[in-house]
């Protein structure tokens, strides 16, 4: 399913791209770092977040217009994500388990590196002679999980994972709104985050990122 999206996507942006290039006086290629709070949405009743959890993401974004004036485009880029989580979902033997007592923990921290390629449709009232304009910037990311790592450490014992029990390829929707170099960022998972546990019905718990993201010329 998500490779034959990618496929779609990576077709329609290449076409419309060529289509273009004669018409366009100006492209907004944009080099953008975003921080976010990180977290897993969900109805799961005993699942908890236990301290801050949060998202470093960086990349390039190539701008293709697609109107005369430049106000609508559409954006394909690649980047990097550096991922945290911390929660009450404790990683034992390859199966999830919930922690009734988070004050007995110390870690209990899932890292992870994704490999991601945004695509957006964008508009903006940009012109070829001004950086300072309002945007909004929505569209699909495909993400996948290159790296990944479990810690855990309470009183008692202490536990690391290489290789954490996840969905490796995600896709989910954006949204970037804002003015200049500020922009208020989100980000929605549509696939399950854990691979399924038949300990527990996890199936719910998807990735949710609410920050900001910077772009710079």
Avoid: C
């Amino acid at each position: 399913m998500i490779k034959r999206v990618f496929t779609l996507f990576l077709t329609l942006f290449i076409s419309l791209g060529l289509f273009s290039q004669e018409k366009q006086r100006y492209f907004e290629d944009q080099f953008y770092l975003g921080l976010a709070y990180n977290s897993l949405g969900g109805k799961v009743q005993d699942f908890k977040e236990n301290k801050f959890s949060y998202s470093i993401n960086y990349g390039f974004v190539k701008d293709i217009p697609v109107s005369k004036n430049g106000k609508f485009a559409l954006g394909i880029g690649l980047g990097l994500a550096h991922n945290s989580l911390n929660n009450n979902l404790k990683l034992n033997n390859s199966n999830l388990e919930f922690i009734q007592n988070v004050g007995s923990i110390k870690i209990n921290r899932y890292n992870f590196t994704e490999f991601h390629i945004p695509f957006e449709i964008r508009w903006r009232n940009s012109t070829a002679d001004s950086y300072k304009f309002w945007r909004i910037y929505s569209g699909l990311r495909y993400s996948r999980v290159v790296n990944s790592k479990y810690t855990f450490d309470d009183n008692s014992s202490n536990l690391e994972i290489d290789g954490l029990p996840v969905n490796k390829d995600q896709l989910g929707i954006t949204l970037n709104i804002g003015y200049n170099t500020w922009n208020i960022s989100l980000y929605q998972s549509i696939d399950s985050f854990f691979v399924h546990d038949t300990n527990n019905d996890i199936s719910d718990l998807k990735q949710f990122r609410l920050g900001f993201i910077f772009y710079l010329f």
